[in-house]
């Protein structure tokens, strides 16, 4: 039987609390790290407390919000999860259901990779639920306005600004927009390098969450999707619009 987590969206991150622990739930990482032992998915877990020099603690320090763990994909590939951004929730076990929309899933050390729509072009992008705003290949933005900047951070890159743009993306037929971020310098070419040992031209954090809850099933190589009260809503204001306009242009 699943079992239900509850978790905090921090500033776009997944935190769930693992007794006096604070736990981020990283599919972009391929290993968990942590000071002290901890359960999670009915196991107990002893892992290494840095990843090449990073610990949990410099990683707090650059969020600022309480992270005393990082569980990536060594442990969360071992099993099927949905998360339910609206609902604050992670399901976790073999039963939990999937979702709607079904789509292979690749991946490259454990870290999800998924097929999306991005300014009408078909796409495979990596799945980081460590991050919260999404990353693009500059040339899927090609002749698109800048529309505004936003504050992030890069674990070994520390504090930077990146610029936005919003784009319309789509996955299962369900269209909506996202705003994507471009990165430069160093940490650009560092992105740029991984996404092409990937094949892949974007990197999604958890501004997808908001629309969709996700399950994801390592073992069956499928990832799903649903969609969620947030795009519902969307949907159900534009279906409302579309009558207005019609019942006006009648009358």
Wanted: aromatic share 8%; net charge negative.
């Amino acid at each position: 039987m699943a079992a239900t987590l509850s978790f905090t969206p921090e500033k776009g991150h997944i935190i769930i609390p693992l007794g006096d622990q604070m736990a981020l739930i990283d599919t972009g990482s391929p290993s968990s790290i942590s000071f002290y032992p901890f359960n999670f998915g009915g196991k107990r877990h002893t892992t290494p407390n840095q990843l090449m020099g990073f610990t949990t603690r410099q990683l707090s320090e650059l969020a600022g919000i309480k992270i005393d763990i990082l569980i990536g994909c060594d442990i969360l590939s071992r099993h099927k999860i949905r998360i339910r951004w609206q609902e604050h929730c992670i399901d976790i076990g073999d039963d939990t259901p999937d979702g709607s929309i079904v789509d292979d899933m690749e991946s490259m050390m454990g870290c999800p990779i998924i097929p999306l729509r991005i300014a009408g072009e078909s796409i495979k992008a990596l799945f980081d639920t460590g991050a919260h705003l999404s990353y693009i290949s500059p040339a899927l933005i090609a002749g698109l306005p800048q529309t505004g900047q936003k504050a992030d951070f890069h674990p070994f890159n520390g504090h930077f600004t990146s610029p936005t743009y919003t784009v319309e993306t789509a996955l299962g037929g369900k269209a909506f927009t996202m705003e994507y971020g471009i990165l430069s310098g160093e940490l650009g070419a560092a992105v740029d390098m991984t996404l092409n040992m990937t094949n892949t031209s974007a990197v999604i954090g958890t501004q997808l969450l908001e629309h969709f809850d996700c399950t994801l099933d390592w073992k069956e190589g499928r990832i799903s999707w649903s969609t969620n009260k947030k795009i519902n809503k969307k949907a159900t204001r534009q279906v409302a619009n579309s009558l207005h306009r019609d019942i006006s242009n009648f009358f």
